[in-house]
């Protein structure tokens, strides 16, 4: 089992950069697949970035390419997400999550695949 643990919302002008970091516990967080999800409100949670166990293969959401950076350290048990360019659109609670699974290749985007989640972190882009 593994606790998440989501920090470094906040609020930021459009057009600037917010880094979120999602800290594990336990010993095997290389076991773990992970992903960041976010929900605004009134709005479903949908998928933003993810990385595979040996953080290969990443995937993204179409509006995040090219802004969003998802990379681990398996050494710190840490995923980062590193936002540029942001959006009064990107306005919302961010998640991250991790699925224990045996590919070391695979990012899951869906957020169905996940078994484990953080408490979520607020980011707040004004225009």
């Known amino acids: 089992q593994v606790q998440l643990v989501d920090s470094g919302g906040g609020l930021v002008q459009a057009g600037g950069s917010l880094r979120l970091s999602c800290a594990a516990s336990?010993?095997?967080?290389?076991?773990?697949?992970m992903g960041w999800f976010r929900q605004a409100p009134g709005k479903e949670r949908e998928f933003v970035a993810a990385?595979?166990?040996?953080?290969?293969?990443?995937s993204y959401a179409d509006s995040m390419k090219g802004r969003f950076f998802i990379s681990r350290d398996n050494a710190k048990n840490t995923v980062i997400l590193q936002m540029n360019s942001l959006k009064p659109e990107d306005t919302a609670e961010y998640y991250c999550?991790?699925?224990?699974?045996?590919?070391?290749?695979?990012?899951?985007?869906?957020?169905?695949?996940?078994?484990?989640w953080g408490q979520g972190t607020q980011v707040t882009v004004s225009s």
């Open positions: 999550a991790a699925r224990l699974t045996a590919s070391s290749g695979t990012a899951y985007y869906k957020s169905d695949d996940y078994n484990y």
């Open positions: 336990g010993r095997t967080f290389s076991m773990y697949a």
């Open positions: 990385i595979s166990r040996s953080g290969i293969s990443t």
